[in-house]
């Protein structure tokens, strides 16, 4: 089992910037970024493989970058030029094995931390 922590969500105002962090307790592959808004599906935001491969969606792509630290097993979101519609609850997901990115087939979600942009 792997725990994820997450942590850096806040409010913030638009055009502003926040990183959010993602600590696993254990080795992955795949990890990655979902959000939720209220009355809203969960929708995919960023990931990344083990080799350093991203993706994006097309909503944040040019302006949140994924990275990670395989030393620490973590992973981090860099959210740059944030707008109101980017308000939503944030989940780190992770997995041992290789996932695509985007179908949200992860064995690992962390609870979630609150992201706030206001205009």
């Known amino acids: 089992q792997v725990q994820l922590v997450e942590s850096g969500g806040g409010s913030v105002q638009a055009g502003g910037s926040l990183r959010l962090s993602c600590a696993a307790s254990?080795?992955?592959?795949?990890m990655g970024w979902f959000r939720q808004a209220p009355g809203k599906e969960r929708e995919f935001v960023a990931g990344i493989s083990g080799s350093s491969s991203t993706r994006y969606s097309e909503s944040v792509k040019g302006r949140f970058i994924i990275s990670g630290d395989n030393a620490k097993n973590t992973v981090y979101l860099q959210m740059n030029s944030l707008k109101p519609e980017d308000t939503a609850v944030y989940y780190c997901?992770?997995?041992?094995?290789?996932?695509?990115?985007?179908?949200?087939?992860?064995?690992?979600w962390g609870q979630g931390t609150q992201v706030t942009v206001s205009s």
């Open positions: 254990g080795h992955t592959v795949t």
């Open positions: 997901t992770a997995d041992r094995n290789p996932v695509v990115f985007w179908t949200g087939e992860y064995d690992y």
